[in-house]
C-alpha cells in the first residue's frame, strides 16, 4: 500500500474533511458522574507522573491542587463500554487485545471543578504541537481512497523529562462568557500581582507541559472536532482557521475510529494470547482490561485531588 502524497504546509485550504468510518463514540453523558472514584495506586501515579512536571498544580490554571482540583480523564474511561472501539484502538496503536487502560496515569490530568465540567461538554480540548501530530498523521496510509491507520508504523512516543506541549484550544462559543484565572507565580503569600485572568477565545494562555501522551489527546480532540463539525460547520471551520492542524487530527480521528469488526485479520487477533499491559508503553503495573464491568466498576471520576 502506498501513502498519497500530501501537502505538508498546514496553512493551505484543509481538504473536504472525513467522516467517521463507522461510529462516531460521543463521550458518554455519565462521564462526570461523582459515585466512583480512582484508587488510590492509581492516583499515586498520576501523582507521580505530575509531580516534576506540574507538581500536582490544575493544569490549566495552575492552581494549588486543593479540594476544588480534581482527577480528569482525558478519554473517558465510559469508552471502554464500547468493545468495538477499544479493540479497534488497541490495535492500531499496536497494543495486545485487552490492555488498553484508560486509567493510566498518561489519560489523567488535574482540572479545576469548572473547567473539568467544561471538558465533559466537548467546549474546549488541548492540542498537541504540529510535530507530535505530524508524527502520527505521516504514518497513516491510503487504501482504496481512505486514509487508514496501520498498526505497524504506529510510533512509539515516549515521555520527554519535561513532558508534551499542548495549547488549550476552545471548540464553539460555549465558553464566550467565561474567564480562566491562571496563578502564574507561588512564592507565599499569594497576591494579585501572581495571577492573569484570560478571556475567550483564550490565545494569550501560555503554552502547557504535562505528562498527558499525546495519543490520547489527539483521540479526544478528534473526537470532539467531529462532533463540532456535525454541530455547528461555521464553528468548526472557525476553528480550523485559527489552527490548521486540526484538520490532520480530524483525519488522525477518523482513521483510528475506523470499525474492524468482522476483518479476519482482526478477529484472529483477537483470539490470540494477550498480554496484560498499561495502555500508554510507560513502565506500569500490568491491567488486563475486563471491559464491560471495570468500565462500570471504574466508572468515571470527578474525584478531588486534595
Known sequence: MQRTMTVTDNQTPPRSRPQAHGEVYATPSAGLVKKYSLTS????RVDSADAHINQRRSLIENLPN???????????????????????????????????????RYNIFFAGADLHIHHGMNSWALLPDDTTINQYYDMLVTVSGVEMAEKSKFPEIQLPKDGFQYRFIPLGDSMKQNRILRQNEHAPPPNKDQFTIHFYPFDTLPPIRSHLHPKFVIFELGRKFHELVEKDSAAANAAVSSYPILDRVHRIYAAWSHSLKGALAFENWKKQDSGAGDGDRQSEEGYQRRRIGNATKQGPSATPAG
Open 41 to 44: 495506586k492509581e492516583k499515586e
Open 66 to 104: 486543593d479540594i476544588t482540583v480534581e482527577y480528569c480523564h482525558m478519554m473517558s474511561r465510559n469508552h471502554a463500554r464500547n468493545e468495538d472501539l477499544m479493540a479497534s484502538l488497541e490495535w492500531y496503536w499496536n497494543m495486545p487485545y485487552g490492555s488498553l487502560n484508560l486509567n493510566t
